[in-house]
């Protein structure tokens, strides 16, 4: 019979073969650290319109109620950063779409990876019960990419890796399958404050903690009906979520690229004129898109402040 250290190497590669670029393992369990945090920032109405995230707590912070019996929480990092990325920091004179959804939808794309992983760690060990996700149920993924050893968080509240820096989407497998456990790495932000500094709207108004109702990702892309005008001006020119804490990040400047091409950025969104785009127009230019998330009512939206910006 296989030994635990001997299939949780041999998922671990199997994970990177498919084009995951880090893969970390956690013990199934309730996160009581994070359920303390996570009920004062909900208590604070920090989470704006997203009422979502009060739903399903306790399922949220204990994955062995998504999945009894489960013993491992299996953490998954993709990145999407490109080299045509490093061409958009700084541009100022046209709207801008936060680079992870340039590509296509990342719920499509790691849905099917994750598949393939979780077909091939059940027929490793002769069958499994579990399920796996990304962005799509009430998990703390970032918690669980930390607890795997995948990361810190960073000042931004972003997990920041050493190789991939925050350019990456996060997945994950909770199986009942009992695996060697990762360690939690240390925090390499140090007295760097960067991501403070740049948001132009102070949604982190203190290391590691972020006011969603001030960011501008939540304000173009969860924000439902008018956005106040006192963002107006600070929204800049993004018309679609925003990078600017990632784009200043040191640990950004060399982050390593993306495996998977799906998550490339699309030649026809960089060079997409959205000058009198119709509802047709868009739903043809995002197909496959995370950015239909916003809808073509909500890109509209943006689009009128951003072009007031730029005016």
């Known amino acids: ?12 590669n199997r994970a990177l073969e498919l084009g995951f670029d880090a893969c970390g393992f956690a013990k199934a369990e309730r996160l009581d650290t994070e359920a303390e945090r996570l009920a004062k920032w909900l208590d604070e109405d920090r989470h704006g ?17 998504l999945v009894p019996d489960s013993k491992t929480v299996v953490s998954l990092l993709a990145s999407y950063h490109h080299p045509k ?36 760690t059940s027929d490793l060990v ?13 998990v703390l993924d970032k918690a669980w990419a930390v607890k795997a050893g995948l990361g810190w968080v960073g000042k931004n509240s972003n997990i920041l ?63 439902k009906g008018a956005i106040d005008e006192q963002y107006h001006t600070d929204i800049q020119n993004w018309v679609f979520g925003c990078d600017i804490c990632q784009d200043v990040c040191p640990w950004n ?15 026809r ?10 509802e047709s127009e868009f739903d043809s230019l995002f197909e496959g898109s995370a950015v239909r998330r916003t809808r073509f009512e909500g890109f509209s939206r943006n689009l009128e402040i951003v072009k007031g910006n730029l005016s």
């Open 253 to 267: 400047s060399k982050a390593k690229l993306a495996q998977l091409f799906d998550l490339h950025p699309k030649e």
């Open 269 to 278: 969104v960089l060079n997409a004129n959205f000058e009198g785009l119709t």
């Open 161 to 223: 890796n050493r190789n991939i820096g925050s350019w990456f989407f996060i997945a994950e497998m909770v199986i009942d399958l009992e695996t060697e456990y990762d360690s939690p790495t240390t925090d390499h932000c140090g007295t760097c404050t960067a991501c403070l500094d740049a948001c132009p709207t102070n949604a982190i108004y203190e290391p590691y903690k972020v006011d969603a109702t001030k960011c501008i990702s939540y304000l173009t892309i969860e924000h």
């Open 1 to 12: 019979m296989m030994n635990k250290q001997k299939y949780t190497s041999l998922i671990r």
């Open 49 to 65: 319109t997203m009422d979502w995230m009060a739903n399903n707590f306790e399922k949220r912070v204990d994955p062995t109620l």
């Open 85 to 120: 990325h490093n061409t958009q920091v700084g541009i100022t004179d046209q709207p801008l779409i936060a680079k992870y959804a340039q590509g296509r939808d990342y719920h499509k794309v790691l849905k099917k990876k994750l598949k393939e992983l979780f077909n091939f």
């Open 126 to 138: 002769g069958g499994i019960e579990g399920r796996f996700f990304t962005d799509s149920a009430p």
